[in-house]
């Protein structure tokens, strides 16, 4: 029996969970808007070659986006150094190297713990609360991309424009007249950009954890036909102000061992999960999934349809978000 997941961005073999995040933004004011005489569609594909492209269109194997090209414009456009998707997106939509946009890598390098970080998104500081229950101050996303991108000058020039998951554009720009839903790197609500669960019987307990690559393993263990696991969720805001105010009071001078206690626990113990359950039969062809009071039987192979869920850091806040399963196997 083998199940496994992913939130979105994180999905799963057998379950796969989606967090998203979404922002709104008001609309800078420009001139106003004025009715253009035509179109324009601008399509990117992300690492694709334009000499194999063109050469597969000559051949026939590509006839949609030949009659696009023959129909419209169609050019080879030279790449950035370094030649790295987020660093090429960034001087296409803003029209200067990567000098001027701030943007070189994927990655940078958090300079506290040492590690890598996602590029192009300033992390924010967690909410401050109220004796720990009412947030006061909502945490600021900012990018750390520079640069004008060529839609907000269309805009504040009256020009109406609607931009799709365009990478490097979280958190939402505001555009004059424009719309804006946001791309890479969009996080999920465990503000990662990729992660999944995966539930499996050919698991030992020696592989049980995180992975290199972004996801956790659980070993499934049967009894009277039925698992319990967890669904792994986001961080709890409160737990983590409460560890960054230890932090930066650790930094002024030393803890009283009862809180260095507290910051040891909080280091592996901000996490927020569910509780779920796999019912088997061995010999079935199909597993029963069932959590927060939602039941799902899937065959092998199958996927479920998007499953809402609710992970609550108190009585007064809590986040909502939606889950996928799929089944793998079965015996």
């Known amino acids: 029996m083998i199940v496994s997941s992913r939130a979105r961005r994180a999905g799963a073999t057998l379950l796969a969970a989606t967090l998203a995040a979404t922002a709104c933004t008001k609309a800078p004011q420009g001139k106003p808007v004025r009715r253009a005489q035509q179109k324009v569609f601008v399509i990117g594909f992300d690492g694709m070659d334009p000499t194999l492209s063109k050469r597969y269109m000559e051949e026939g194997k590509l006839p949609?986006?030949?009659?696009?090209?023959?129909?419209?414009?169609?050019?080879?456009?030279?790449?950035?150094q370094p030649s790295e998707s987020p660093v090429a997106w960034s001087s296409f939509a803003t029209g200067v190297n990567p000098g001027k946009h701030n943007i070189y890598d994927f990655l940078v390098r958090d300079f506290e713990?040492?590690?890598?970080?996602?590029?192009?998104?300033?992390?924010?500081?967690?909410?401050?609360?109220?004796?720990?229950l009412i947030p006061t101050h909502r945490p600021k996303?900012?990018?750390?991309?520079?640069?004008?991108s060529f839609w907000r000058h269309a805009g504040a020039d009256g020009i109406r424009s609607v931009v799709l998951t365009v990478p490097m554009t979280f958190p939402p720009e505001e555009i004059a007249h424009g719309s804006m839903l946001s791309g890479l790197p969009l996080p999920d609500m465990?503000?990662?950009?990729?992660f999944f669960s995966y539930w499996g019987t050919d698991l030992s307990s020696f592989e049980e954890g995180n992975t290199e690559f972004g996801g956790f393993l659980r070993r499934l263990l049967f009894e009277g036909g039925v698992a319990?696991?967890?669904?792994?969720?986001?961080?709890?805001?409160?737990l983590k102000r409460e560890e960054a105010d230890l932090r930066e009071k650790q930094k002024k001078g030393p803890l009283s061992e009862k809180e260095r206690a507290r910051l040891d626990e909080l280091a592996t113990g901000k996490e927020v999960n569910l509780e779920m359950s796999v019912r088997w039969a061995e010999g079935s062809?199909?597993?029963?999934?069932?959590i927060q009071g939602t039941r799902l039987t899937l065959k092998a192979g199958e996927w479920s349809d998007w499953v809402p869920v609710t992970f609550p850091f108190n009585?007064?806040?809590?986040v909502r978000g939606i889950v996928q399963f799929h089944v793998i196997r079965a015996f």
């Open 64 to 80: 949609n986006l030949r009659k696009l090209a023959e129909s419209g414009t169609f050019r080879k456009l030279e790449t950035t």
């Open 141 to 148: 996303l900012e990018s750390t991309r520079g640069g004008t």
């Open 113 to 132: 713990t040492y590690l890598p970080d996602l590029a192009g998104v300033k992390r924010p500081a967690p909410p401050r609360f109220l004796l720990g």
């Open 285 to 290: 062809g199909k597993a029963e999934i069932e």
């Open 190 to 194: 465990r503000n990662t950009i990729g």
């Open 315 to 318: 009585f007064l806040i809590k």
């Open 228 to 238: 319990k696991t967890l669904l792994k969720g986001p961080d709890s805001p409160i």
